[in-house]
């Protein structure tokens, strides 16, 4: 397993560009389940993406990579993505639509894995996927997805811990979420495209992700109405043709980079960042001192000479994302003055706390809060990276620490970050990664 290993305190300045928002990609490529075809572009070259790829070609999809290789996708090493083997935009087709299956080794490594269950059951009315288990940041079951598929005709049991379902053909209904899910939201969605009839979804969840899938099945036909709002309204159509789209910007990546911003700026520009969509993380950064230029699709910040705390609450989108949390708390543990964190959306979505305070920071964790006390001088140490975002704070908090720290297991981040350490890298951050065999 790679580490990083980061020598804190050099300035970041200069440009970087985000890549394709892996869960923007995510439920669009699986969004192939529904026939027609689509050709896709800016997809990030991410782990997940390719696990995705390789799901889908196990369910009949083929993908091919564009432009030039026509050759059929397969799942690229990280070797072949340094070579420039990754072009990022593929033409996909339903070859061959007999299986249904999702087997256990491909879903357990990635949970959105569930994104395939709708579009099979719309499409070929059977799914076996294998249940997702829970993972560090909390139980995360899919009772949600499944009542509804249950509601619009699909009959569902759980057997060897896995989701075993099967219709007569799916027929649209009013379906209330108890909470606004993303991958719930876009799971029944895709089954409504191609269900008889009309689904409404209530509350709905609004995250631009969502918004991006349910734009390119319009352009592949499907008739939603409400789009980014809490309400949709979708008319089943019998079936949907392909379309050409590209995938928005990676607004979690874009995020993270503002924060890395505001730490070492000097300063540092954003592109491929809509300021639109991360209105609340950009409030909560001006609250902490921070001020901005942006420009069309990007942002340039600049290093917040004397940070101020700040109270924040993660919430469905539009409010502060649970996917920033893990990367401002660095930013709050060397402010002047202390901050809180109030973390609504998972349960356990602080393991990262454990290892910045090894760093010095002084937070304190009382059930769905973080209180931090500021004012840190953050020490580089040996840390251990826990999931995804976790990993993207440790990296920030590394980045303004005194010293090396080094940062095992980084498959974590390269889930949802394109080479990050190239990025930052590129805009002066002392970080090598050291792959395994030469790691001591
Ligand atoms: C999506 O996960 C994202 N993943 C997550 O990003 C993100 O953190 C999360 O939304 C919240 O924004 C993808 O889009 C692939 P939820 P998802 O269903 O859909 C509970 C990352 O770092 N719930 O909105 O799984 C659930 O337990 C990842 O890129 C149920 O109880 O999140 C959680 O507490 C991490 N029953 C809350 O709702 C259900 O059936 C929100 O979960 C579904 C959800």
């Not at 940070?307 to 930013?331: C, H, N, V, W």
Request: proline share 4%.
């Amino acid at each position: 397993m790679d580490r990083f290993h980061i020598v804190g305190g050099a300035a970041l300045r200069g440009d970087v560009r985000v890549s394709g928002a892996k869960n923007a990609a995510l439920p669009i490529l699986f969004s192939t389940l529904l026939g027609g075809g689509l050709e896709i572009g800016n997809v990030p070259a991410l782990r997940d993406i390719r696990t995705a790829l390789s799901l889908l070609g196990h369910l009949g999809i083929q993908a091919v990579s564009l432009p030039g290789g026509e050759a059929p996708f397969v799942a690229l090493d990280s070797a072949a993505e340094e070579s420039g083997g990754w072009s990022g935009h593929f033409r996909l087709s339903d070859a061959d639509e007999s299986s249904y299956e999702a087997p256990y080794d491909l879903v357990r490594t990635m949970r959105a894995s569930i994104l395939c269950l709708g579009p099979l059951l719309a499409r070929r009315k059977r799914a076996r996927v294998s249940l997702p288990g829970g993972c560090l940041i909390g139980a995360r079951p899919v009772d949600m997805h499944l009542n509804a598929f249950v509601r619009m005709g699909a009959n569902i049991s759980i057997d060897h811990g896995y989701i075993d379902a099967n219709t007569d053909g799916l027929v649209g209904c009013d379906i209330h979420l108890p909470y606004p899910t993303v991958t719930g939201t876009e799971n029944i969605l895709m089954a409504a495209v191609l269900a008889k009839g009309t689904t409404c979804i209530f509350n709905a969840a609004q995250e631009p992700e969502v918004t991006d899938l349910a734009i390119s099945l319009q352009s592949r036909g499907a008739r939603i109405e409400g789009i980014g709002t809490s309400s949709l309204r979708i008319e089943g159509v019998p079936e949907i043709s392909s379309c050409v789209h590209n995938v928005m910007w990676d607004r979690i990546e874009a995020g993270t980079f503002l924060v890395a911003g505001a730490l070492l700026g000097e300063p540092l520009t954003v592109h491929g960042f809509d300021s639109s969509i991360l209105m609340s993380l950009m409030v909560a950064l001006s609250e902490m001192g921070a001020s901005f230029e942006s420009k069309d699709s990007s942002v340039t910040v600049r290093r917040i000479d004397s940070p101020k705390g700040a109270s924040i609450r993660t919430e469905p989108y539009p409010g502060f994302p649970t996917d920033m949390q893990a990367q401002i708390l660095p930013l709050m543990a060397i402010a002047n003055g202390s901050s809180t964190v109030v973390e609504t959306v998972f349960e356990n979505r602080f393991t990262h706390v454990m290892e910045m305070n090894r760093m010095g920071a002084n937070i304190d964790i009382h059930g769905s809060r973080a209180f931090v006390r500021g004012g840190a001088v953050l020490e580089g140490a040996s840390v251990m990276a826990s999931d995804l975002r976790a990993s993207a704070g440790l990296v920030l908090a590394g980045l303004i620490a005194n010293g090396e720290t080094v940062i095992q297991r980084v498959y974590h981040i390269d889930r949802g970050y394109e080479r990050i350490e190239r990025k930052l890298e590129a805009l002066g951050a002392r970080i090598k990664r050291v792959r395994e065999e030469a790691a001591p």
